[in-house]
T-cell receptor
Framework: AQSVAQPEDQVKVAEGNPLTVKCTYSVSGNPYLFWYVQYPNRGLQFLLKYITGDNLVKGSYGFEAEFNKSQTSFHLKKPSALVSDSALYFCAVRGYSGAGSYQLTFGKGTKLSVIP | NAGVMQNPRHLVRRRGQEARLRCSPMKGHSHVYWYRQLPEEGLKFMVYLQKENIIDESGMPKERFSAEFPKEGPSILRIQQVVRGDSAAYFC??????????FGEGSWLTVV
């Protein structure tokens, strides 16, 4: 079965500094990887995905993620953090559900706090 | 360009009552998914439907929970005889035939 680990429950960074939110995964076959962001009492917003191709994926709001096959990682990054980036970030991997379809398995989320 | 629409946003039910959560997918999307988010946890897959068909319900609790996506109208997640442990945020998502799924704003169920 597939799994996602987000080793940090919380990340704090000063506004203007670079940020990294870590994610490692385990899945059979080629990984399809996703990042979503959730603001309080809201749904998940899609940020970016890796399916194939370049290891550096660019997404919404200036975020990017680096796929590393050997380390089975897909870390989310942004060169300069904004206070408005403060939210809950989820990493997900698409894997076989065991019942005939492929579904997303999510990590437990990382709370990002950007300090003014 | 309406996204995934869910209602109600908030629902309070007494133990033993029924909860019905509705979801209209994005325009052009024929695949619907339901996920549940418990406090301090990530999202857990519940069920995947296409029009008039349940494709994968491997994440659904065996009792009291059901889902449908009729030919006409929204998808419905139904929880019968709710218990306190059902209190959670329920998210619907939709997709076309591609890999990316898009989420609605969620329905927060509170069982009192």
């Amino acid at each position: 079965a597939q799994s996602v680990a987000q080793p940090e429950d919380q990340v704090k960074v000063a506004e203007g500094n670079p940020l990294t939110v870590k994610c490692t995964y385990s899945v059979s076959g080629n990984p399809y990887l996703f990042w979503y962001v959730q603001y309080p009492n809201r749904g998940l917003q899609f940020l970016l995905k890796y399916i194939t191709g370049d290891n550096l994926v660019k997404g919404s709001y200036g975020f990017e993620a680096e796929f590393n096959k050997s380390q089975t990682s897909f870390h989310l990054k942004k060169p300069s953090a904004l206070v408005s980036d403060s939210a809950l970030y989820f990493c997900a991997v698409r894997g076989y559900s065991g019942a005939g379809s492929y579904q997303l398995t999510f990590g437990k989320g990382t709370k990002l706090s950007v300090i003014p | 360009n309406a996204g995934v629409m869910q209602n109600p946003r908030h629902l309070v039910r007494r133990r033993g009552q029924e909860a019905r959560l509705r979801c209209s997918p994005m325009k052009g999307h024929s695949h619907v998914y339901w996920y549940r988010q418990l406090p301090e946890e990530g999202l857990k897959f519940m069920v995947y439907l296409q029009k008039e068909n349940i494709i994968d319900e491997s994440g659904m609790p065996k009792e009291r929970f059901s889902a449908e996506f009729p030919k006409e109208g929204p998808s419905i997640l139904r929880i019968q005889q709710v218990v306190r442990g059902d209190s959670a945020a329920y998210f619907c998502a939709s997709s076309d035939s591609g890999n990316t799924i898009y989420f609605g704003e969620g329905s927060w169920l509170t069982v009192v």
